[in-house]
């Protein structure tokens, strides 16, 4: 069963998160923001490349899989763009740049 989270509240712990990175980048150095988006374009890079191998072989599972894919991805867009949106926010609050 998945849970889903109100998109309100969803970018309001986004932004919480997005201001406690700015403080921990300007504290410590450390950016969690800059290592949670190349975690996720590792995952996604490495989804990509899973298909590769696949495409000669069966044909039919590739198919099942882009679809269950594009499914994820389609259902993922509104958390997406709640992302997108609380990261301008905390750039307008911090004066840094997105």
């Known amino acids: 069963m998945?849970?889903?989270?109100?998109l309100g509240l969803q970018?309001?712990?986004?932004?919480?998160?997005g201001l406690?990175?700015?403080?921990?980048?300007?504290?410590?150095g450390?950016?969690?923001?800059?290592?949670?988006?190349d975690l996720g374009a590792v995952i996604f890079i490495?989804?990509?490349i899973h298909f590769i191998p696949l495409t000669s072989t069966e044909p039919e599972i590739v198919i099942k899989s882009l679809e269950?894919?594009?499914?994820?991805?389609v259902e993922s867009l509104p958390s997406m763009i709640i992302g997108d949106a609380?990261?301008?926010?905390?750039?307008r609050i911090t004066g840094?740049?997105?």
Request: glycine residues 4%.
């Open 2 to 6: 998945v849970v889903k989270m109100d």
């Open 68 to 73: 269950s894919f594009l499914k994820f991805f």
């Open 46 to 48: 490495l989804s990509l």
């Open 96 to 98: 840094e740049k997105p």
């Open 11 to 17: 970018l309001f712990l986004l932004v919480i998160f």
């Open 86 to 91: 609380a990261g301008t926010i905390v750039s």
């Open 20 to 28: 406690v990175g700015f403080i921990c980048d300007k504290i410590i």
């Open 30 to 37: 450390i950016n969690p923001y800059r290592i949670f988006s």
